[in-house]
């Protein structure tokens, strides 16, 4: 995660699970993001996404808790998708505006 600073990207270091951070969303599958594998059978392993072109654009979402402003700003994320079986599944690039 890098975020914009006086026209300059800066890399956000991983603090408190937030930022240039590594995560494991199929070992604490329940803990990190329980809406997505809300009707997932537990005793089953990471759910699979099909191989695909996914493209999303404009998208808005609203937050509704306001954000503190070292959270206000541009950022560009870039996600790496890797399996300990196959290595490097896929990737996702995204650049956002967070403003209150």
Do not use: W
Not at 34 to 43: H, L, M, R, V
Not at 60 to 71: E, F, N, R
Not at 76 to 90: E, K, V, Y
């Amino acid at each position: 995660m890098e975020k914009e600073i006086a026209g300059i990207y800066i890399t956000v270091p991983c603090e408190h699970g937030v930022g240039s951070c590594s995560y494991s969303i199929c070992s604490n599958k329940t803990e990190v993001y329980p809406q997505f594998f809300e009707n997932y059978n537990a005793s089953k392993k990471c759910p699979s996404i099909p191989p695909a072109t996914y493209s999303v654009s404009n998208l808005v979402v609203d937050v509704t808790k306001s954000l503190p402003s070292i959270a206000e700003g541009a950022f560009r994320i870039n996600i790496d998708f890797n399996s300990n079986n196959a290595g490097h599944l896929g990737c996702l690039h995204l650049d956002c505006n967070l403003k209150n």
